[in-house]
């Protein structure tokens, strides 16, 4: 019988148990296979959701290059460029950070980057002499303390020397005025009151014992609230730091306590230095007290403009110092870059910065050159050149340019003090300049605020179309874009420096370009009154309120005292320079016309009124911060008996009526 094959030799018998086992073991099987399947289909799924994610963020990457024109990067590069700026440039970034900037201000650790507006590369610099001043001629003392409030440093100065008044008198009247008409003009924030008597007392008693210091011994002057002073609070006009106290000394005032000046009040800049909008309010120009003064240093401003102070120290970095003093009518002077040393000072950009004078003439602007210019040992930026004396300038060897918005009284006057006058044109190619300007500004200052802007401080900000939409922007310039721009600043600086073929222009002072061109290459400019004209839609039967013109006399860097002696010589035949604002006497139909001002007694009265016992209430009808509270006093009496009478009515309803009401 032939043979089977093997596999069909041996069949042993189906039994119920193997069946089942075999039933089991297949279902096991097919249950682990589908497992596996879902497995895979998950894994797949992860993977491409993960692929998926990693495509979505190197997308988003590539359109944030967008913003900083560098979206010209494959995705593989794109990659790259993360994993390197994970890995290198956050780590060093936050050590850098954590190392210089968590302290605010830039006060500390300035940058080695230095800024020098030179333009002869081989110029030395040296200690150079100080300043002769001219004679005062025989002066007497006025007898109304007005009349002493508007006199001139020199001509206050010569009041002390002859010992016709005091130092203490003197800083008494201008006390009594800030606190007169600071309500209204809110351009102070601190009264350094009692230093201010020290000083002015220190003053008196060196006089007594034969020593005189100079023209600055025992005047009373004022400081913009981004210079430290000791144991006063520098705010720096913002909520955020208004309670903040410096331990530190700033360069400039200390030069002015040597030369003897009683510093009498910190005064109102906008905040963080931005415009005339600081915590306590807004600044207004005593020209017109319905315009604000315009620029950060708008307290310095308004307050030399009012006669608040005989003069006062303010900053620029882009206009500060000359659009608020164009609008409030003052003489100002924006120095060299350089000139005068910023320590202690707070800081928007390292190479735009600089402190310059509000005073009531271009010889007082001069003087106080004198007294703060200088090496700061601890601003790198600062340096002692050889500055000529302004007062010995001889104009008639000067040849002059004037510009198409030169103002022609200005021409025609120095024309006539033998000055050769010759039209001008600024020629370059630099189209970006007031983009140059922000691009500089606005990384610098970020880099002073970096911990300001990472902790949200940015959202309590007085005016939040400023300093805060501009730092958020600037988070986006890069380092290479930022060195673009200084590339681009030294191609101007060139270019300026060889069309700038006279002694001096005259322009404009506050065209924005302008304002722009000449901090981005570092030239002093004059801020010059040159008249006034009357206020936009004035109230009907007039106002005495006015609109002030003025213009700029430009000069090359180190230059300041041709630009100096051209606005000395204009101002000793004009008598711009010495009006008087009308915050007095606005005029008989002006609706302003109703606003009083208090004397310092009236104030303390009016202290007990709003906060102190009834029994000190005393009445004061010719003030109008009496009517004010009064008419706040009379609505708030009137609430309250509305109030009392609806409670009244109210008890005959139901509990839940009755608190509705009652709220």
């Known amino acids: 019988m032939p043979v089977?094959?093997?596999?069909?030799?041996?069949?042993?018998?189906?039994?119920?148990?193997?069946?089942?086992?075999?039933?089991?073991?297949?279902?096991?099987?097919?249950?682990?296979?589908?497992?596996?399947?879902?497995?895979?289909?998950?894994?797949?799924?992860?993977?491409?959701?993960?692929?998926?994610?990693?495509?979505?963020?190197?997308?988003?990457?590539?359109?944030?290059?967008?913003?900083?024109?560098?979206?010209?990067?494959?995705?593989?590069?794109?990659?790259?460029?993360?994993?390197?700026?994970?890995?290198?440039?956050?780590?060093?970034?936050?050590?850098?950070?954590?190392?210089?900037?968590?302290?605010?201000?830039?006060?500390?650790?300035?940058?080695?980057?230095?800024?020098?507006?030179?333009?002869?590369?081989?110029?030395?610099?040296?200690?150079?002499?100080?300043?002769?001043?001219?004679?005062?001629?025989?002066?007497?003392?006025?007898?109304?303390?007005?009349?002493?409030?508007?006199?001139?440093?020199?001509?206050?100065?010569?009041?002390?020397?002859?010992?016709?008044?005091?130092?203490?008198?003197?800083?008494?009247?201008?006390?009594?005025?800030?606190?007169?008409?600071?309500?209204?003009?809110?351009?102070?924030?601190?009264?350094?009151?009692?230093?201010?008597?020290?000083?002015?007392?220190?003053?008196?008693?060196?006089?007594?014992?034969?020593?005189?210091?100079?023209?600055?011994h025992g005047i009373p002057y004022g400081l913009k609230d981004i210079i430290s002073v000791p144991k006063y609070v520098t705010s720096w006009g913002s909520s955020t730091f208004k309670y903040q106290v410096l331990d530190m000394e700033a360069w400039v005032y200390k030069r002015l306590t040597s030369a003897g000046a009683v510093l009498i009040a910190k005064l109102a800049t906008g905040s963080l230095a931005y415009d005339d909008i600081w915590f306590g309010g807004r600044t207004r120009n005593p020209w017109d007290i319905e315009e604000f003064s315009t620029g950060s240093s708008a307290g310095p401003a308004a307050s030399t403009s009012a006669g608040l102070v005989s003069f006062a120290i303010g900053s620029e970095t882009a206009g500060s110092i000359t659009y608020p003093a164009a609008r409030c009518g003052v003489t100002a002077l924006r120095p060299t870059f350089g000139t005068v040393g910023r320590t202690g000072v707070m800081s928007i950009s390292e190479s735009l910065d600089k402190l310059g004078p509000f005073c009531r003439s271009a010889s007082d602007c001069a003087v106080i050159l004198d007294a703060i210019r200088g090496k700061d040992p601890d601003d790198h930026s600062s340096r002692d050149v050889n500055l000529e004396d302004p007062f010995s300038v001889d104009i008639t060897k000067l040849t002059v340019g004037y510009l198409e918005d030169a103002e022609t009284e200005v021409v025609n006057v120095l024309s006539s003090k033998g000055v050769n006058l010759v039209p001008f044109k600024l020629n370059y190619t630099v189209e970006s300049v007031q983009g140059i300007l922000n691009f500089t500004m606005d990384v610098d200052m970020l880099a002073h605020f970096d911990e300001w802007q990472r902790a949200g401080q940015d959202d309590a900000y007085e005016a939040q179309d400023q300093w805060p939409v501009e730092l958020r922007r600037a988070r986006l310039i890069t380092a290479v874009d930022y060195m673009q721009a200084q590339r681009a600043r030294g191609k101007l600086i060139r270019e300026i420096h060889q069309c700038f073929v006279v002694d001096a222009f005259i322009g404009n002072a506050t065209d924005w370009e302008k304002v722009c061109l000449g901090n981005l290459v570092g030239m002093p400019v004059v801020i010059v009154p040159t008249g006034f004209k009357n206020i936009t839609n004035p109230p009907e039967g007039g106002s005495r309120r006015r609109t002030t013109i003025t213009t700029g006399i430009y000069a090359p860097p180190q230059r300041d005292n041709i630009a100096l002696a051209l606005a000395m010589a204009y101002q000793s035949v004009t008598d711009h320079h010495r009006q008087r604002p009308p915050i007095d006497d606005l005029g008989p139909h002006d609706p302003n016309s109703g606003i009083k001002y208090c004397n310092a007694e009236c104030l303390t009265a009016f202290r007990y009124l709003k906060w102190g016992p009834k029994r000190n209430r005393q009445p004061c009808s010719n003030c109008k911060l009496w009517q004010l509270q009064a008419s706040k006093e009379n609505k708030k009496r009137t609430r309250r008996s509305q109030r009392s009478e609806i409670t009244i009515y109210s008890e005959s309803l139901t509990s839940f009526t009755h608190r509705s009401v009652d709220s």
């Not at 094959?5 to 073991?25: D, E, G, Q």
């Not at 994993?83 to 300035?110: C, I």
């Not at 004679?135 to 007497?140: A, D, E, L, Q, R």
Request: charged share 25%; glycine share 4%.
């Open 4 to 216: 089977r094959s093997a596999r069909f030799m041996y069949r042993p018998a189906w039994k119920p148990l193997h069946f089942l086992a075999i039933v089991f073991a297949a279902a096991a099987a097919a249950t682990t296979t589908r497992c596996l399947h879902k497995m895979n289909r998950a894994e797949n799924l992860e993977n491409g959701t993960a692929y998926s994610e990693k495509v979505r963020e190197v997308s988003l990457i590539k359109d944030a290059f967008e913003l900083i024109d560098a979206d010209f990067f494959s995705d593989s590069k794109v990659k790259e460029i993360v994993k390197g700026a994970k890995e290198f440039n956050l780590p060093v970034s936050r050590a850098n950070r954590k190392l210089v900037a968590s302290v605010n201000g830039g006060l500390h650790d300035p940058s080695v980057l230095v800024f020098n507006p030179d333009w002869d590369a081989n110029e030395t610099t040296h200690k150079s002499r100080r300043f002769s001043y001219p004679s005062v001629p025989s002066i007497k003392r006025p007898d109304n303390s007005e009349d002493i409030a508007f006199m001139t440093v020199l001509e206050l100065g010569q009041l002390i020397k002859t010992k016709q008044i005091t130092s203490l008198e003197l800083t008494r009247i201008f006390l009594q005025r800030l606190k007169r008409y600071n309500h209204v003009l809110k351009a102070a924030v601190t009264y350094t009151e009692e230093l201010a008597y020290n000083q002015a007392k220190k003053a008196d008693d060196l006089l007594d014992q034969g020593v005189y210091l100079g023209p600055l």
